[in-house]
């Protein structure tokens, strides 16, 4: 069964830090796609990044980075120099290769503080 | 940037009344989604669809219709709205493959 846990429900740090925030997922595909998507306060829903799973360098995009761990079925997105507006709620998701559905953890709130 | 247009943003239904809910993307992406969100529950999904003409049952569709009459637009229905129904409701687009999708803005629906 296909699944996807953030265990960290809310992280707190000071800005200008790197910030890591853990995801595990479950699959019996071979070939998947994994997501970190950022909510904000307005509520809006922003994709962020994405690693193919056959991919073996890590994705990176801006001040944003993924920790992708294939045999620990983890990817977790780390978040360098925060800045004030990267509190948000960050969710993390995954396709399977044969599934057009996304698979949602329950997010991660991160508040920065000044 | 992908688009996606939910309207309204805000909607106020009486119980047993009808609601429809309406997305526009104007990315020309085959896939849309509809998803609920409510504290402690994340996103879930209600219905989504392929392309137009198709819609298929997702996690939770139980009181829900939806209705893709064209590539771009995809409605959620509800046909007689419950109190358990007021939630925020995001609509999603996504390409073929195994692209990423982009969110509307989201409706907060209250039913009283």
């Known amino acids: 069964a296909q699944k996807v846990t953030q265990t960290q429900t809310s992280i707190s740090v000071m800005e200008k830090t790197t910030v890591t925030m853990d995801c595990v997922y479950e699959?019996?595909?071979?070939?998947?796609?994994l997501f970190w998507y950022k909510q904000t306060a307005s509520g809006e829903i922003v994709f962020l990044i994405r690693q193919d799973s056959y991919k073996k360098e890590n994705a990176t995009v801006g001040h944003y980075s993924l920790n992708f761990q294939k045999p620990k079925s983890s990817i977790g997105l780390i978040i360098t120099a925060t800045q004030i507006e990267d509190s948000a709620v960050y969710f993390c998701a995954m396709r399977e290769d044969s599934n057009y559905q996304l698979i949602w953890g329950s997010g991660t709130k991160l508040i920065i503080k000044p | 940037e992908a688009a996606v247009t939910q309207s309204p943003r805000n909607k106020v239904a009486v119980t047993g009344g009808k609601v429809t809910l309406s997305c526009n993307q104007t990315?020309?992406?085959?896939?849309m989604y509809w998803y609920r969100q409510d504290t402690g529950h994340g996103l879930r999904l209600i219905h989504y669809s392929y392309g137009a003409g198709s819609t298929e049952k997702g996690d939770i569709p139980d009181g829900y219709k939806a209705s893709r009459p064209s590539q771009e637009n995809f409605s959620l229905i509800l046909e007689l709205a419950t109190p358990s129904q007021t939630s925020v409701y995001f609509c999603a687009s996504g390409g073929q493959g195994y692209t990423e999708v982009f969110f509307g803005k989201g409706t907060r629906l209250t039913v009283v």
């Open positions: 699959t019996q595909d071979s070939s998947y796609f």
């Open positions: 990315n020309n992406h085959n896939n």
